[in-house]
């Protein structure tokens, strides 16, 4: 279980202010995060795994803070963006779920189970030696998912893992997400998706407004938006 | 020199941008009739990776799909790629590019702040026209054995075309410069 | 929802495949046999070495079992060039001469290209990685050159289809044959691309290889510029949320 502090965080771009002063601890195994559009969530989401350093304040992961440890960070915390043709990164399926195993210097026959394991545990292995660019809208993010978890990190960051998908394989990311082990964060326009979450954050300019269960969580940031 | 470390955004741009000189080659070419040669937009590509990544990700940007094409992939405008292309009489403005994209790059890179449409026109005329020619005819005349004035004189067909390309291209820079005013900073 | 398994429109689509020796000599080898004769053959205008080496190309191709049309498929793009060339040489120096410049143009093209078609793509690569190898002490560094690489190919289909999509969506606004309307949006859509791939990057590998406890993306120190004193974020801003 990944416990993630963040205290005070204030995160600036230029003359823009993401994030107001943002404090808050995850422990849980399932967390939700909505807001609207601009409401600085995609950046909330981007200091768990130190993509983005707090301009003031600080994020610390299991005691590794993530402005000293860049890392180690992320090798703990994983993370899947909202336009897997983005993430993928190597022309071959198998090449490019290897890509984050390429620091850690395993034996290649190590390295090749690995590979296996995950690709099979997506239901992918039938298109290991496949060009990535082949692959349908809804394996392409299991592909994702697949290379963000062959480290096995302890958590896995979603930025709308769903948004860019078509129903049907939308609600097969979302039951993918819903049936994995490791501490999931997951931010969203698809409330649906929190349905069986354990703690949901509203954000909105740039702080938390709501931090509730889902349902409690979805009924105010419903009425908040109408 | 350590300050020549490469950033893992700048390996990024230089592999997009060789991935968009190879998209370039699927825009059809357009035939001034007066003139009769085709124009294509590909090596408005040269001229593009040079002015927006600068010297360093520009040049190395070409030289990247240079080596795609070597290594036979049909990237060339009307498909061509493979070794062969680098042996034939025209090869030698595809290694003017390289050249032309680096001169281009450092002059954008200097003027950037103040980077205006005739300023960004004259710097691609300098690198992606006078260089790219420069390195092009003599290649040319040497693979041919035609004279080098004959070749020059051959090559002038093409001159308009290319103009035209670094208007678009000044045009195009100027924009972008507003869109992403940090375009470039010196990598740390 | 499945796949269309296309070899034809995955990257190394130009090797063919085969078993004979020129497929099983070594890349290095091929690589430097056409060096040399590239440099060989500039030096000389004789018919007999020249049309000799054109004979060897051709025996090469039967070796390889390459059919002579994939040769004229890689000669057809130059003739108007060629046709022009012997038509000079001829009529200013003499026929035997414009006979020999065109036979060592139409040589050194062909064998090159059957170097292209006995060897596989990654097989290139791995020849010019290691090509590389020595070139470390001036700053090259093999793998990123490998990253380089791949990232090209994995990102040529995206930024054609990119291409496609931007086309389309102006030739329905009627702008179909706006270079301006067609570059730009293509070059934005790039450049945005290009900052969320890095970002996966740093998040999938844990940063470069050389700092291990720096974060990933060390604030750049801004230096100062005349006029630019705005224009400096080394962090793009942040995405739709």
């Known amino acids: 279980m990944t416990t993630i502090e963040v205290t005070d965080v204030v995160k600036r771009f230029e003359s823009f202010e993401a994030l107001k002063g943002v404090s808050v601890t995850l422990a849980e195994k399932r967390i939700g995060v909505v807001g609207s559009n601009g409401s600085g969530k995609s950046t909330f989401a981007r200091l768990l795994n130190g993509l983005v350093l707090p301009t003031r304040g600080s994020v610390v992961v299991d005691g590794l803070d993530t402005a000293k440890a860049g890392k180690a960070i992320r090798r703990r915390v994983g993370f899947v963006f909202q336009n897997p043709d983005n993430q993928i990164v190597f022309p071959v399926v198998e090449e490019d779920v290897a890509f984050g195993l390429k620091g850690l210097k395993l034996p290649r026959d190590e390295r090749e189970s690995l590979v296996d394991t995950v690709l099979s545990r997506y239901g992918l292995e039938h298109l290991r030696q496949q060009p990535a660019h082949t692959l349908s809208g809804g394996q392409k993010q299991l592909l994702a998912i697949a290379g963000a978890l062959i480290t096995n990190p302890a958590c896995v960051v979603f930025d709308e893992p769903t948004t860019l998908l078509d129903l049907r394989n939308a609600r097969m990311i979302a039951r993918t997400i819903r049936e994995m082990e490791q501490t999931v964060i997951v931010v969203t326009h698809d409330l649906a998706l929190l349905n069986e979450f354990d703690r949901v954050l509203v954000f909105d300019e740039g702080r938390i407004l709501v931090d509730d269960a889902p349902s409690a969580a979805l009924a105010r940031y419903v009425e908040r938006m109408q | ?188 | 929802m499945s796949p269309t398994p296309s070899s034809e429109s995955h990257a190394p689509a130009r090797t063919r495949p085969g078993r004979s020796p020129l497929h099983r000599m070594p890349a290095g080898i091929k690589l430097l046999v056409l060096a040399a004769a590239g440099t060989g053959l500039a030096f000389t205008t004789s018919l007999w070495v020249l049309g000799g080496a054109l004979a060897l190309t051709g025996a090469g191709y039967a070796i390889a079992r390459q059919p002579v049309r994939r040769l004229f498929g890689v000669i057809r793009p130059m003739i108007w060039l060629l046709v022009p060339i012997f038509l000079v040489q001829g009529f200013m120096e003499s026929w035997i001469l414009a006979v020999a410049i065109v036979t060592r143009i139409i040589t050194l093209v062909a064998l090159a290209q059957l170097v292209t078609l006995t060897t596989p793509s990654d097989t290139m690569i791995a020849v010019i990685t290691r090509a590389l190898t020595p070139f470390r002490v001036f700053g090259v560094h093999p793998g990123k050159v490998a990253l380089a690489i791949s990232l090209a190919l994995r990102f040529l289909p995206v930024i054609g289809g990119l291409a496609q999509e931007v086309r389309d969506a102006q030739r329905a606004r009627g702008l179909g044959h706006n270079p301006l309307a067609l570059a730009l949006p293509l070059l934005i859509r790039t450049l945005r691309m290009a900052g969320d791939v890095t970002d996966a990057i740093e998040a999938r590998s844990g940063g470069d290889d050389d700092e291990d406890a720096a974060p990933a993306r060390t604030p750049v120190p801004v230096t100062p510029r005349a006029g630019s004193a705005a224009a400096s974020s080394p962090a793009p801003a942040p995405r739709s949320s």
């Open chain 2, 1 to 188: 020199m350590k300050h020549t470390v490469v950033r893992t955004k700048d390996i990024v741009l230089i592999a997009l941008f060789a991935a968009l000189m190879a998209a370039l080659a699927l825009f059809p070419p357009i035939t001034i009739p007066a003139l009769g040669v085709p124009i294509t937009a590909q090596s408005m590509g040269v001229m593009l990776s040079g002015a927006i990544l600068g010297a360093k990700r520009g040049g190395l940007s070409i030289l990247l799909f240079l080596l795609l094409v070597a290594i036979g992939l049909p990237l060339l405008s009307g498909g061509r790629g493979g070794l062969g292309v680098f042996f034939g009489p025209t090869a030698g403005f595809m290694f003017g590019w390289v050249l032309g994209a680096v001169l281009i790059g450092y002059l954008h890179e200097r003027a950037w702040a103040t980077i205006e449409p005739f300023k960004s026109f004259l710097y691609c005329f300098l690198g992606g026209i006078v260089v790219v020619y420069a390195i092009g005819i003599p290649w040319a005349s040497v693979n041919t054995g035609v004279s080098l004035v004959k070749v020059a004189v051959g090559s002038l067909a093409f001159i308009p075309g290319d103009m035209l390309k670094a208007g678009l291209t000044a045009l195009a820079v100027v924009a972008i410069r507003k869109a992403f005013p940090a375009m470039h900073q010196p990598a740390a």
